[in-house]
């Protein structure tokens, strides 16, 4: 498909360079780029409904103990 689009400058001088390196068309290097980015940003399928109100948090490395928890409990004058 040919069309006409507005790139910024330093998009432009990365595609050519990559065109230049790979011996390919400009074009052609503009469309694998687009491809790679499309399929790194392919996100993985979403995770099933949680069946309560409340949201799970993120994994961490740390361990979550009592002491955690009644120190914050503290903090918040809980």
């Known amino acids: 498909m040919r069309t006409t ?3 910024d400058d330093d998009v432009f001088a990365y595609v050519r360079a990559h ?4 011996r390919i068309s400009i074009g052609e290097a503009l469309s694998r780029l687009a491809r790679q980015g499309i399929q790194a ?3 993985p399928p979403p ?5 309560s109100r409340y ?6 490395t740390e361990v979550v103990t009592s ?3 009644r ?3 503290e903090q918040e004058g809980i």
């Open 5 to 7: 689009v507005a790139i």
């Open 55 to 60: 949201a799970l948090l993120p994994a961490r």
């Open 47 to 51: 995770a099933r409904r949680p069946r």
């Open 67 to 69: 002491e955690h928890v």
């Open 71 to 73: 120190r914050l409990m």
């Open 19 to 22: 065109a230049q390196r790979e």
């Open 41 to 43: 940003s392919q996100l």
